[in-house]
């Protein structure tokens, strides 16, 4: 809907509203005036007719009056004439006074005359019963004149009646008179023409319903009370006027139409202004449609058409012009500024866009850059990958979570046998070794949380610098990176190890010949005994009928004692050969007598000592080794011997108190000792003989004990040899067949048992059999038999004694003689033996069980050799590597700190009471897995030269002397035991924890305690004697002394 | 005095070496203001003397040297402590370096070995000695000695 309509449409609402209000109120007004004329007239109208009606009731109330005062009518009423009222108020005088009757009363009520008027010849008929109440009324109300209105049959009749009184007035009535005129349909006409107004005044009429009582009554009157009703219709009024007699009774009607022509003059009116609005809206409304249009609608229309040329040429760049400065100009100003404010927007977003796009652009180009940069980088890093990879040395690195980077050099590959980007550092570098690569991850983290770099360097340096791959050694250096990064450069030096080596062999080979030429008597011993285990030894233990893993740990235990000494010499090969086996013994899982045995092999091993003996063959011409042992003394011992064999000659004693001389003596029987139990072991092959011969099964012999008893054998020997048949006898004699032991349910082999003690300097050996034991009642008739002893005799023997016969010469149960018994001679030269020795000899039997020799003999004083410290084969591994490497070190150390060589050893231990000490003694303990005290006792010389060459430099008060005496032979064990720690390391994860050291003097002996067991080397040196002594718990040092506890 | 004196404390329980340490010091030319015998006494006498660089021994009674070096460094995260001793185990050496120790020398040492890991150990201190010497030297020289005097002061009072 358009504009311009809204605003006719609204402009007639308002109109027609105004209007509406405007009629509304001019019809009220038109109403209320009209109204009020209306009713002013129907109120003069009916006055009007009442004024007539009351005005004909004044001229007959006057009549009346006049005849009331009329002296006739006075007479009349005291003396009535009939003659005088046909004169007078006859029937003729009532026209001309247009009076319809007459009557006259005399003062007691009498009628005296009546007359009325005649229609159409006749008399009006008016005495009637039903005018007798009026005529009471009438007679009672004589005052005045009075009029009202009767009704008679004819119809309504007004009367007036007086009394009659004299002229004068005064006085009281006489009389009555009564005047009627009638309102009779003649009378009526005329009064209507009168007033002119069409009334009508109907008898006994009722007013009809509906009717009102007009607001504003008329006066009262003869006739009524004044008030009357009205009805209307919109064209008439329809008036009542009741009539009321003189007795106040309705009696008629006075009716009467009035049209209203003032209402219908004012509806018209009304009618005629409206229609003239009406006219006047619609003329408005086109002369308004028309302003509208000019001034208004035109102007929107240009403002639609410009902005649809917006919209046809699309461009925002455009003003609006449609003149005016009203609120349509304003608001076209406004759309211009809103259309300048788009355009500006629209420039703006456009720019934004193009500065989008260029960034884009940008962001593309910066893109294409850095696809280059990264081509660029790989290009770089391949050039240096390239570097690496060719630089032969292998580079990886690995970060926090100690997973090797993906860049490592090629190199790596081959070094490590591996790929080892992706895997752990420590696996991959120490895989093998769980305690390097446990060492490897502390040290790690301790250089990573530690933030000066002089610290972690020093921590890195303890990483390994060497790392074996199978055939390929690699030198590892290790690199702090930022990062909390590290880096290994890997070099293969296996190369360079390799001639390291075969320079070091070349040294050996050296070492060799000069350990052999120089320190011949240990060398010979050394090889000699290495020969006696292969060639009696390791076959028997190859042989013997024990598990395979206990063999394996046997065979280990030697190999590895065999190992450190020969190497000790210079020996190339063997040893080589001897950890080759070691490792592999302890690499085995399950090992079987037959893998073992593979493993040693013996033919292998022989060959090897074979070619390291050649080397001196070689270069020492081949009767060296036939020349056997040699004995090298140093020149001072050889002056010494010198100057001994010269008193000697010279017959001058020897003191032989002297300690050089009891050392030198020593020196000479030292190389010969050997291990009790050594000795005995050897006689297993006497029992192998024996039971090979006579068909029996014996298991291998089983020495317990003895392992610190040393003896020197030639001094044992003919007991040694004699006890020979100690064991044949058990064999052949003791032990059963194979199938008597079966019967009696013990074991097919038979068992042969030794067991050594030393107590208090006696040897107790006891050698035991299993077998039937000694029949002593054959025993006791043999002897009767041979006639050793009389029947009597034995019989008086008790057993104890019967047995000891056994030792009698030419005794012997068995009647044949053979080559191993029979003679009887043997057991009786075992008792020789052994009362030359000085011991005695118990022999034990229980039939069925078996047979027992115990023997005490004396120890033989003896002083052992360091030599033979490798049979020591039962000694713990480790307290025989803590003490190897404490005389490496000691030697290594008093060599290049002092210049003073260490030569000469000899080993004595066992469960001596008390170490005797020399003149000082420095204790210091070792902790952790090692669990032993060290001490350096010191020879006073010795001590001499230490803190000589400790203090040179500083002259020390005479008071500090003693001080520093101690001091430094405490730091020589402190230092020489530091460095030995080294080499022990391995004992404990936890590091071997050293105590400071103690200095005990002269005369002072460290005591054995709680079994406490000791074991010494001595080692010389041209300043003094070093005795150092491990002093430990026997469980370290012994394993089978107390087996029989 | 020279300034370029470094002051150490000789911690070992062997007189000897202790005499021994303090001769090469001598030779040196660093200045040993005091010795010790054990663990607790390094401690006091650190605390006495604030050198500017400690020997410390491992094995000693009382309290042995490692102990001794991590409760000096705990107190005085400054201190330059080289562990002079015969404990060659590379355990000790970690355990020595994590307690905080800055050097180590193993027993039988030289003298030229002494001297090296202490001059790394102390390098900060070193330098700014030499520095200072150096700042001295480049002012007037005519008034080295003066300048040379309060330098030490302020030195001596910034140790």
Redesign the interface.
């Known amino acids: 809907m358009g504009i311009r309509l809204k605003i006719l449409l609204a402009f007639v609402l308002c109109f027609g509203v105004m209007a509406g209000i405007g009629l509304y109120f001019l019809q009220r007004s038109v109403n209320e005036s009209y109204g009020a004329i209306e009713g002013a007239e129907v109120v003069a109208n009916m006055g009007r007719v009442e004024q007539s009606l009351e005005a004909s009731a004044v001229s007959l109330k006057n009549q009346t009056k006049d005849w009331a005062i009329w002296n006739e009518m006075y007479r009349y009423a005291l003396d009535p004439d009939p003659n005088w009222v046909v004169e007078n108020i006859g029937d003729d005088a009532l026209a001309p006074a247009d009076i319809s009757m007459v009557m006259v009363f005399d003062l007691n009520g009498r009628l005296l005359n009546i007359n009325t008027e005649k229609t159409n010849g006749v008399n009006l008929k008016i005495l009637t019963p039903q005018i007798t109440p009026y005529l009471n009324h009438i007679r009672s109300n004589l005052r005045e004149a009075q009029c009202g209105i009767i009704r008679i049959d004819a119809g309504l009749m007004l009367t007036c009646w007086s009394g009659i009184f004299p002229s004068d007035a005064t006085g009281a009535p006489v009389g009555t008179v009564l005047m009627g005129r009638l309102f009779d349909s003649k009378r009526l006409t005329i009064m209507r023409e009168q007033t002119k107004l069409p009334f009508e005044l109907s008898v006994q009429a009722q007013m009809p319903g509906g009717v009102q009582a007009w607001p504003t009554p008329l006066s009262p009157g003869l006739v009524g009370s004044g008030g009357f009703w009205a009805v209307s219709t919109p064209e008439v009024y329809h008036l009542f006027y009741p009539v009321q007699d003189i007795l106040k009774q309705n009696v008629g009607l006075i009716s009467l139409d009035m049209p209203r022509s003032v209402q219908q003059q004012g509806l018209m009116l009304y009618q005629q202004v409206r229609r003239q609005l009406g006219w006047t809206a619609l003329f408005m409304t086109v002369v308004l449609g028309l302003v509208l249009d000019f001034i208004l609608i035109r102007r929107l229309r240009r403002f639609a058409k410009q902005i649809d040329v917006l919209e046809e040429h699309s461009t925002w760049k455009t003003h609006i012009d449609i003149g005016g400065q009203d609120e349509l100009g304003v608001v076209a100003k406004n759309f211009n500024t809103l259309l300048d404010l788009v355009h500006s927007q629209v420039e703006g977003l456009r720019e934004s866009v193009e500065a989008k796009e260029g960034a884009i652009k940008l962001i593309q180009a910066t893109q294409a850059q850095l696809i280059e940069s990264e081509k660029l980088a790989q290009l770089r890093q391949g050039r240096v990958s390239n570097l690496l990879d060719n630089s032969g040395q292998g580079f990886l690195s690995f970060g926090r979570d100690r997973v090797i980077d993906p860049e490592v050099s090629r190199a790596c590959q081959t070094m490590l046998a591996c790929s080892p980007a992706g895997h752990d550092a420590a696996q991959v570098l120490f895989g093998d070794d769980p305690v390097k690569a446990d060492l490897f991850h502390e040290i790690i983290l301790a250089v990573r949380a530690e933030p000066d770099t002089d610290i972690r360097d020093s921590m890195l340096s303890l990483l390994p610098a060497e790392i074996q791959r199978g055939e390929i050694l690699l030198n590892a250096e290790y690199k702090a990176l930022e990062d909390d990064r590290f880096m290994v450069v890997l070099t293969d030096i296996t190369e360079e190890r390799r001639l390291h080596v075969m320079l070091q062999r070349e040294r050996s080979r050296l070492e060799l010949i000069v350990a052999a030429v120089s320190d011949t008597r240990n060398f010979f011993a050394s090889v000699e005994a290495f020969r006696e285990f292969l060639a009696r030894g390791l076959p028997h233990r190859l042989d013997a009928d024990v598990a395979a893993d206990v063999l394996a740990k046997t065979l280990y235990r030697e190999i590895h004692t065999y190992k450190g000494v020969l190497s000790q010499f210079g020996f190339i090969h063997t040893p080589a050969r001897l950890h080759e086996i070691e490792t592999q013994l302890t690499g085995s899982d399950r090992p079987t007598r037959e893998s073992i045995a593979e493993i040693v092999s013996p033919s292998v091993l022989q060959a090897r000592f074979n070619a390291d003996l050649a080397v001196l063959t070689e270069a020492l011409g081949p009767d060296f080794l036939e020349n056997g042992e040699r004995f090298v003394l140093s020149g001072e011992q050889a002056e010494q011997l010198e100057k001994m064999a010269l008193k000697l000659l010279q017959g001058k004693a020897v003191d032989s108190a002297s300690p050089e001389v009891r050392r030198l003596l020593n020196a000479m029987v030292t190389l010969r000792n050997m291990v009790l139990k050594d000795v005995l072991t050897g006689f297993d092959g006497v029992l192998r003989q024996a039971a090979r011969r006579v068909e029996k099964n014996v298991a291998p012999i089983d020495v317990v004990g003895g392992e610190d008893i040393w003896i020197d054998p030639r001094q044992y020997k003919a007991f040694l040899h004699a006890l020979g048949h100690v064991f044949r006898n058990a064999v052949v004699h003791g032990i059963e067949s194979p199938d008597e032991r079966r019967a009696t349910g013990k074991n097919e082999a038979g068992k042969v048992v030794c067991r050594l003690a030393l107590e208090k300097n006696r040897i107790r050996l006891s050698i035991a059999d299993d077998g039937a034991g000694i029949d002593l009642d054959a025993l006791r008739q043999r002897a009767v038999a041979v006639g050793i002893c009389t029947d009597d005799d034995v019989r008086r023997m008790s057993d104890g004694e019967a047995i000891r016969l056994i030792f009698r010469d030419k005794l012997s149960v068995r009647d044949t003689v053979t080559e191993l018994s029979g003679r009887g001679v043997g057991l009786a030269a075992v008792l020789a033996e052994t009362q030359k020795l000085g011991g005695e000899v118990e022999v034990i039997t229980s039939s069925g069980k078996g047979t027992e020799f115990l023997f005490d003999l004396p120890l033989q004083q003896c002083a052992a050799s360091e030599v033979l410290f490798f049979r020591h084969h039962r000694l713990n591994k480790d307290a025989g590597l803590v003490m190897r490497s404490i005389i490496g070190k000691t030697r290594a150390y008093f060599e290049s700190e002092y210049q003073i060589e260490v030569a000469d050893a000899y080993a004595g231990g066992g469960a001596l009471e008390s170490l005797n000490l020399l003149d000082m003694t420095a204790v210091i303990g070792l902790g952790g897995g090692v669990d032993l005290r060290v001490a350096f006792s010191f020879q006073e010389s010795l001590v001499d030269a230490v803190y000589e060459r400790m203090t040179a430099g500083f002259n020390d008060a005479p008071e500090d002397v003693g001080k520093h005496r101690e001091a430094a032979i405490g730091e020589v064990l402190n230092t020489v035991l530091g460095h030995c720690t080294i080499d022990l390391q391995h004992l404990d994860r936890h590091g071997i924890s050293m105590t400071p050291p103690i200095i005990l003097g002269r005369g002072q002996a460290i005591l054995s305690e709680n079994g406490a067991v000791f074991h010494t080397q001595e080692l010389n040196t041209p300043r003094g004697r070093l005795a150092i002594s491990l002093v430990g718990s026997r469980e370290i040092f012994v394993t089978n002394l107390d087996s029989t506890k | 005095m020279e300034m370029s004196a470094l002051r150490v404390l000789v911690v070992d329980?062997?007189?000897?070496?202790t005499?021994?340490l303090c001769?090469m010091m001598d030779q040196i030319g660093y200045r040993v203001v005091m010795t010790a015998a054990d663990g607790k006494e390094a401690i006091l006498a650190y605390k006495e003397c604030l050198p500017d660089v400690v020997t410390m021994d491992?094995?000693?009674?009382v309290l042995d040297g490692i102990e001794a070096t991590r409760i000096i460094k705990r107190a005085y995260p400054d201190a330059n402590i080289v562990m002079v001793?015969?404990?060659?185990?590379?355990?000790?050496?970690?355990?020595a370096?994590?307690a905080?120790?800055?050097?180590?020398v193993?027993?039988?040492f030289q003298p030229q070995k002494v001297f090296e890991v202490i001059e790394?150990?102390c390098?900060r201190v070193v330098l700014q000695d030499k520095l200072s010497a150096k700042l001295d030297h480049d002012h007037a020289p005519s008034e080295a000695t003066e300048s040379a005097d309060a330098a030490s002061d302020a030195s001596g009072e910034a140790r």
Do not use: F, W
């Open positions: 329980d062997n007189p000897i070496i005499r021994k001769m491992i094995t000693m009674p001793t015969s404990h060659g185990q590379e355990k000790m050496v970690l355990d370096l994590k905080g120790a800055k050097g180590y193993l027993k039988p790394k150990a390098k």
